[in-house]
């Protein structure tokens, strides 16, 4: 009986792993191919999150260029910026403004996730795609002014990826990133999606745009 309660925990536990991989995808957008797949070919982890948009991609893009530690933010929920990126932010949390100092990103630039992480922007397409390091950022327009926003993750996951060649190790890893890692990746980036589509809509209390650049924002 012991064993058949494992089981069914085990199951269960596997099916909303699945679940929590995609949000507010089709079946076709969560296992069709999307550019940066390539980036890493072969990952141990892959998220795919969606959200139609009621505003049209150019209203999109200037958040998505601004992202960033000490830069603009993420975007997702404020205790999490608290716990994992300790608020180093052009406003102290997530923007509710477009900054035009954020807004010349290019290939080759790069882009601090946190502290000491920071992430290559490969692949940038005005008002359609953005690739930093293995997130994909894709932007489809729908026309009358809506947008689908669709956000793939790929990578090696988290505690796992850090032993890769001591299979116990690795194993105990993957346990922690299943029960820690992955639900609190799930949560930062589904509000992150949710986040942008707000801001892009005017649903947050937006202020006027920044004019100047602070200083306390770039000090990384």
Known sequence: MRIRWLLAGWALASAVRRLSQRTGVTDAEAYGALPGD???AHPMVEWTRGVTVH??????????????YG????YTPAWVERLLFAGKYAEGHSATRIHPEFQDLR???HIYRARGAKWPVLALEPQRLLIIAGQAFVLQDLGDRRTRLIVRTRGPGYVRALFRKIPVLRELGAIID???GEPLH????KGMVLG????AEG???ITSVARTPQPEATAL
């Open 55 to 68: 505003a049209a991609p150019e209203r999109i893009w200037p958040w998505l260029v601004q992202m960033g």
């Open 71 to 74: 830069r603009a933010g993420w």
């Open 196 to 199: 942008i589509a707000e801001r």
């Open 107 to 109: 290939v080759g630039d």
């Open 38 to 40: 390539e980036v890493i």
């Open 178 to 180: 299943y029960v820690v």
């Open 203 to 205: 649903r947050t209390r």
């Open 186 to 189: 799930h949560y930062m980036e």
